[in-house]
């Protein structure tokens, strides 16, 4: 595509970008005011994810806004499980209204409301918003990425992994784990996996892994940024994110290039071959000594969880 019809396209898409900016400033602030009642932030854990009221409030503002920008264009969220009932339609936006509801709820600014809309399976507009730093992360696939007006592009650190981020007050689990392997020389804690994902966009962070449960709004909004400023997003055995099927996986790798998602992809698949030989050993041990064997798995430490 060349001259004026590559010229409307991108006005299109700009078009598209400022509206899902625009959405989540507005449903950021919602969330920042509303913040200082008790009733907004009440909630429980359900499974590995906590629930509170600002969610539900969240995904209403947020799919309304949305729905105005394209008509016709379906709103698929964390908060509508009706809603992603049957095959996924060619073009959607899929939101997180509060990723990170924990670090809503208890008080801490880990937490973003994100959108990103998704043609042919993959995402091609992003927008990230961080209400309690006041930023927002955009994204437009070809386009490049930007946060507070400034575009962004990762700059991989010169040796090792440079600096790890999660959402605990030190490395923990497989956190630990990748941070002694690759050798990390810094540590950053932060909130949900959006804003972690943003802060190895613009350099705040180069390296992020979680063996958790991850959905594809977890990462749709935040990997475009990512990706578009020069960093790669990849699950925990090295796959890539195809925005199809089910909207689950296991696991994730951020980085801010390929060739460190690789490695640590890598690194991942032999330590999990590894585990499974020595649970065979044990299991083999024990029948031969008439004793139940251990189970490999509770040798692992459990995960905490994402965006406490």
């Known amino acids: 595509m060349t001259g004026a019809p590559r010229a409307r396209a991108d006005a299109a898409t700009a078009a598209l970008l400022a509206g899902a900016e625009r959405a ?3 449903v950021g602030a919602l969330l920042r ?3 200082a009642d008790p009733a907004a932030s009440a909630g429980v854990w359900e ?11 969240a995904h209403e503002e947020l799919s309304t806004r949305l729905a105005r920008i394209e008509p016709g264009v379906p709103v698929l969220s964390e908060e509508d499980p009706a809603g992603r009932g049957g ?3 060619r073009r959607y936006w899929l939101i997180d209204p509060i990723d990170g509801t924990a670090s809503y709820a208890h008080g801490f600014a880990g937490y973003v409301t994100q959108a990103a ?15 309690e730093a006041g930023r927002c992360y955009t994204a437009a696939r070809g386009l490049g990425a930007a946060a507070g007006g400034a575009r962004l592009r990762v700059a991989p650190p010169a040796s090792g992994a440079g600096v790890l981020t999660d959402n605990t007050p030190e490395p923990r689990g497989i956190a630990r784990a990748v941070y002694e392997r690759f050798g990390c020389r810094g540590y950053l804690e932060s909130g949900s996996i959006g804003l972690k994902l943003c802060r190895i966009a613009d350099g705040g962070a180069h390296l992020f892994v979680k063996d958790v449960a991850v959905r594809d709004w977890d990462v749709a909004a935040p990997a475009l940024v990512l990706e578009e400023a020069g960093g790669a997003l990849v699950r925990l055995d090295g796959s890539g994110f195809d925005y199809t099927g089910g909207f689950e996986g296991t696991g994730v790798i951020g980085a801010a290039d390929a060739a460190t998602c690789a490695a640590v992809a890598a690194w991942h698949r032999g330590r999990a071959a590894h585990a499974t030989q020595e649970g065979g050993a044990a299991r083999e041990n024990g029948t031969k000594g008439g004793s139940p064997a251990g189970s490999a798995a509770s040798k692992l430490e459990t995960p905490a969880r994402e965006g406490a």
Not at 47 to 57: N, W
Not at 119 to 126: E, K, N
């Open 47 to 57: 499974g590995d994810q906590f629930k509170a009221r600002a969610d539900a409030m």
């Open 33 to 35: 005011r509303r913040r």
């Open 24 to 26: 989540v400033r507005e």
């Open 87 to 89: 095959r996924r339609p």
């Open 117 to 131: 809309l998704v043609a042919d399976a993959r995402p091609v507009v992003a927008a990230v918003c961080v209400p």
